[in-house]
């Protein structure tokens, strides 16, 4: 059947299982939206700023595993999807972007809302195209979703020019996709995996380091399992949190920054640290030099880029982490009793660990009046549902909300771990709503954070998507304000927020509950209440102003050097 | 250490700009860069000149091959390949200097493409290391200008690609 091309786009989006799309009109993507108007398999939702509907469709993604997608128009609209963009990619976020663009007679002349975004995404993208002829659309498309989803996922830019859009063609989707020069390895080595349990079992100190990558990857259970077989301990990234139960005695929760102790020292003297799906960045490294010095590396991961990048590697096994988890775990079972050797072997570090935890646990002071923005996470964790999902912001929230909530399930964080974007949490926490709207979704952020991307209300509020909104308010940009207080001199260069606003009123301009919390004994009435409303509900928390994230590792230094709470 | 790189492409608009996007935006340097279609026309082939540590350049290695229209990334070893790259040189030749450069181009088999009353241009080929011992014993006559394709690199017999 002949179609024009933005009638296309939208057939191939629903081959895609696409049921969500966020997305924002404007010159170059009118036809677009001109045939979405009676497209009524796909619920397209409207946001405020096309930097917080590629958030939502990140939120989306990461909440559910499917795919995002997001719409912009040409020239300041794709541009406003930059930072979206790059947050996503960071985190390998399969997403897929449609932006507008100038007819093709006009690229280049600098005509009218034209940008070069093919050129400005490039190395924001896992790739992009540039649709010249509606009859490539249908196959760009096909291979815009495979690229998005597979090997390390991210997102693709999709730029659609305004003519091809209006363009008439036959239309059929491809069955299959053939891309010469993208074969992502699936498949572990099997000798490699051998290797790396023949290892496992000889070590005396062993710790499971996990990222990100076996949650993108669906491989919790695997995790969960081998670490259980072989009693090893694991640590988790921020983007890892909630790939392993924290409420397992086995969990050592949060490393490097602003891990926890036991973690930190549990890695810093291992003698194998198992490495999956998880890339050694800075925050979690420290001090390269002195990162696991004892310790052997097996590192796991679908992206071959990421191993020896930042740290030696002695076993390297390439591959999807869950197949290469179900390998291992297949091999620990098959060799039995020795499992059970590897088991007492370790019997000693647990103790060792168990030791470190009793030293020094997570804590922070309480007091009787002024509210602790840890005890508000410890309590929105025991007050509000087990399978919640809980969007951040960045800053000092994020950390709190990694280190006291307690994550026992993969997607139920989501958070901005390698661009630490600011402005992420609301918009996210909107997509993720959007996914699951019978699910208790709720945003975790600072009044920074909150107020980069508030204008999000009016797509929550319009869309009845209940989020609850939950605001750690300190007065301050608290994260830097942190640095300039350790390191600085308490020299508060731009970090205090002066403007009192009232949240309540501003929360009620959009039509939304606005509730506040001052005093320590008012925290638990105002989570209960804001849960049990039904709607979009702004809590506020006062928070003590200059509390700190402890235990914290100074920028370059080694793990082992850990500033902690008193 | 230097590494020559054989990069083979999709014959696609803005593939070579994510090829030098990469090396820019990971800080990596590029010594030299030829493009150019192979006997398969949807392919274009990338011979760069890059210099690093082994890590440094496992790492350029893996990043070529993730991207998507990398179809093949070759580090050639010395052993293993043949390398050429082509100069025009136009020297100064002036009075008793005009045999001198004549005898330097005999010598390494350069071909004189254009003379003037006070110059000559020279075109040479061969490997770097050859290419560059001519331009050395040319400079102290004056080179006006120089003008390099940057080295070719094809491996030897069954070396290479396959298919």
Request: with cysteine; glycine share 10%.
């Given at each position: 059947?002949?179609m024009?091309?933005?009638?296309?786009?939208l057939?191939?989006?629903?081959?895609?299982?696409?049921?969500?799309i966020f997305?924002?009109?404007g010159g170059?993507?009118i036809?677009l939206y001109?045939?979405?108007?009676?497209?009524?398999?796909i619920?397209?939702?409207?946001?405020r700023?096309?930097q917080?509907?590629?958030?939502?469709?990140?939120?989306y993604?990461?909440?559910?595993?499917?795919v995002?997608?997001a719409i912009a128009?040409?020239?300041?609209?794709?541009?406003?999807?930059?930072t979206?963009?790059?947050?996503?990619y960071?985190d390998s976020?399969p997403?897929v972007?449609?932006t507008?663009?100038?007819?093709?007679?006009l690229?280049?002349?600098?005509?009218?809302?034209e940008a070069d975004?093919?050129?400005?995404?490039?190395?924001?993208?896992?790739?992009?195209?540039?649709?010249?002829?509606?009859?490539?659309?249908?196959?760009?498309?096909k291979k815009a979703?495979?690229?998005a989803?597979t090997?390390r996922?991210?997102?693709?830019v999709?730029d659609l020019?305004?003519?091809v859009q209006?363009?008439q063609?036959?239309?059929k989707y491809?069955?299959?996709?053939?891309?010469?020069?993208?074969?992502?390895?699936?498949?572990?080595?099997p000798k490699?995996?051998?290797k790396?349990v023949?290892?496992?079992?000889?070590?005396?100190?062993?710790?499971?380091?996990?990222?990100?990558?076996?949650?993108?990857g669906n491989?919790s259970?695997e995790?969960?399992?081998?670490?259980?077989?072989?009693?090893?301990p694991?640590?988790?990234?921020?983007?890892?949190l909630?790939?392993?139960?924290?409420?397992?005695p086995?969990?050592?929760g949060?490393l490097?920054m602003?891990?926890?102790?036991?973690?930190?020292m549990?890695?810093?003297?291992?003698d194998?640290?198992?490495?999956?799906?998880?890339?050694f960045?800075?925050r979690?490294?420290?001090?390269?030099?002195?990162?696991?010095?004892?310790?052997?590396?097996?590192h796991?991961?679908?992206?071959?880029?990421?191993?020896k990048k930042?740290?030696?590697?002695?076993?390297?096994i390439?591959?999807d982490?869950?197949?290469?988890?179900?390998?291992?775990l297949?091999?620990?079972?098959?060799?039995?009793?020795?499992?059970?050797?590897?088991?007492?072997?370790?019997?000693?570090w647990?103790?060792?660990?168990?030791?470190?935890?009793?030293k020094h646990?997570?804590?922070y002071?309480q007091t009787?009046?002024?509210?602790?923005p840890?005890?508000?996470?410890q309590?929105?964790?025991?007050?509000?549902d087990?399978?919640a999902?809980?969007a951040?912001?960045?800053?000092?929230?994020?950390?709190w909300?990694a280190?006291?909530?307690?994550?026992?399930a993969?997607?139920?964080l989501l958070s901005?771990?390698?661009l630490?974007?600011m402005?992420f949490?609301?918009p996210?926490?909107m997509?993720?709503?959007?996914?699951f709207?019978?699910?208790?979704?709720?945003?975790?952020?600072?009044?920074?954070?909150f107020?980069?991307n508030?204008?999000e209300?009016?797509t929550?509020?319009?869309?009845?998507?209940n989020?609850?909104?939950?605001?750690?308010?300190?007065n301050?940009?608290?994260?830097?304000?942190?640095?300039?207080e350790?390191?600085?001199d308490?020299?508060?260069?731009?970090?205090c927020?002066?403007?009192?606003?009232?949240?309540?009123?501003?929360?009620?301009a959009f039509?939304?509950?606005?509730?506040?919390?001052?005093?320590?004994?008012?925290?638990?009435?105002?989570?209960?209440?804001?849960?049990?409303?039904k709607g979009?509900?702004?809590?506020e928390?006062k928070?003590?102003?200059e509390?700190?994230?402890?235990?914290m590792?100074?920028?370059?230094?080694s793990l082992?050097?850990?500033?902690?709470?008193? | 250490m230097?590494h020559?790189?054989?990069v083979?492409v999709?014959?696609?608009?803005?593939v070579?700009?994510?090829?030098v996007?990469?090396?820019?935006?990971?800080?990596f340097?590029?010594?030299?860069?030829?493009?150019a279609?192979?006997?398969d026309?949807?392919?274009?082939?990338?011979?760069?000149?890059?210099?690093?540590?082994?890590q440094?350049?496992?790492?350029?290695?893996?990043q070529?091959?993730k991207?998507?229209?990398?179809?093949?990334?070759?580090?050639?070893e010395a052993?293993?390949a043949?390398?050429?790259?082509m100069?025009?040189?136009?020297?100064?030749?002036?009075d008793q200097?005009?045999?001198e450069?004549?005898?330097?181009?005999d010598?390494?088999?350069?071909?004189?493409?254009?003379v003037?009353?006070?110059?000559?241009?020279?075109?040479a080929?061969?490997?770097?290391?050859?290419?560059?011992?001519?331009?050395e014993?040319?400079?102290?006559?004056?080179?006006k200008e120089?003008?390099?394709?940057g080295?070719v690199v094809i491996?030897?017999?069954?070396k290479?690609?396959?298919?």
């Open positions: 059947m002949k024009n091309g933005a009638r296309i786009l057939e191939c989006l629903k081959r895609e299982g696409v049921d969500t997305g924002y009109p170059t993507v036809n001109d045939e979405l108007f009676s497209f009524k398999e619920r397209h939702i409207l946001p700023h096309e917080a509907g590629v958030h939502a469709a990140d939120g993604a990461r909440a559910t595993g499917k995002g997608v128009t040409s020239g300041p609209g794709a541009t406003n999807t930059i979206g963009i790059a947050t996503a960071m976020i997403m972007i449609i507008g663009q100038v007819p093709t007679a690229i280049g002349n600098d005509a009218f809302q975004i093919i050129g400005i995404t490039r190395p924001c993208t896992k790739h992009n195209f540039l649709v010249k002829d509606v009859k490539d659309l249908a196959t760009i498309m979703f495979y690229i989803r090997g996922p991210g997102p693709v999709v020019p305004k003519d209006v363009a063609t036959e239309f491809p069955e299959t996709v053939e891309i010469r020069g993208y074969k992502p390895t699936v498949e572990g080595h490699q995996i051998e790396a023949a290892m496992i079992m000889q070590a005396k100190k062993p710790v499971l380091y996990v990222g990100g990558g076996v949650i993108l491989a259970a995790l969960v399992a081998l670490a259980k077989r072989l009693a090893i694991v640590t988790t990234t921020l983007m890892g909630g790939s392993f139960p924290e409420n397992d086995l969990s050592l949060l490097g602003h891990g926890t102790y036991y973690a930190n549990a890695v810093s003297n291992c194998m640290l198992i490495a999956i799906g998880a890339r960045d800075d979690v490294t420290g001090k390269i030099a002195s990162f696991a010095p004892h310790a052997k590396i097996v796991v991961d679908v992206d071959p880029t990421s191993i930042n740290v030696r590697v002695d076993l390297p390439v591959g982490v869950r197949d290469v988890l179900t390998k291992m297949k091999i620990a079972d098959e060799i039995g009793p020795d499992a059970e050797g590897c088991r007492q072997a370790v019997a000693t647990s103790a060792e660990i168990d030791e470190w935890k009793e646990p997570m804590s002071k009787t009046s002024t509210i602790k840890q005890y508000v996470i309590r929105l964790r025991a007050l509000s087990p399978d999902i809980v951040t912001d960045v800053g000092q929230h994020q950390m909300t280190q006291f909530f307690g994550f026992t993969p997607r139920t901005s771990g390698g630490g974007t402005g949490g609301l996210a926490a997509g993720a709503q959007a996914g709207p019978e699910r208790q979704v709720m945003v975790i952020c600072g009044d920074g954070g107020q980069m508030m204008q209300l009016a929550i509020v319009q869309n009845r998507l989020v609850k909104i939950v605001i750690l308010n300190n301050f940009l608290g994260m830097v304000r942190q640095w300039q350790l390191f600085f308490k020299r508060y260069s731009s970090t927020m002066e403007l009192p606003i009232d949240f309540i009123k501003l929360a009620e039509g939304a509950t606005g509730l506040q919390a001052t005093k320590v004994d008012e925290v638990d009435d105002v989570i209960k209440k804001g849960f049990s409303i979009p509900v702004l809590m928390f928070v003590a102003r509390e700190k994230v402890l235990p590792v100074p920028a370059g230094a082992t050097e850990m500033v902690l709470a008193s | 230097k020559t790189i054989a083979l999709e014959n696609e608009f803005g070579l700009s994510r090829v996007g990469l090396f820019s935006g990971r800080g340097n590029i010594d030299s860069l030829t493009v279609p192979t006997n026309e949807a392919l274009s082939r990338i011979t760069l000149v890059t210099r690093g540590d082994e440094i350049i496992e790492q350029i290695t893996k070529l091959n991207l998507i229209d990398v179809i093949k990334v070759i580090d050639f052993e293993n043949i390398e050429r790259e100069v025009l040189v136009k020297v100064a030749a002036e200097s005009r045999a450069v004549l005898r330097i181009a010598i390494f088999r350069a071909k004189v493409i254009d003037t009353p006070k110059s000559y241009t020279l075109e080929t061969g490997t770097p290391a050859k290419v560059g011992a001519m331009i014993l040319l400079r102290p006559l004056g080179l120089l003008v390099s394709t080295p491996g030897r017999g069954a290479g690609w396959k298919g």
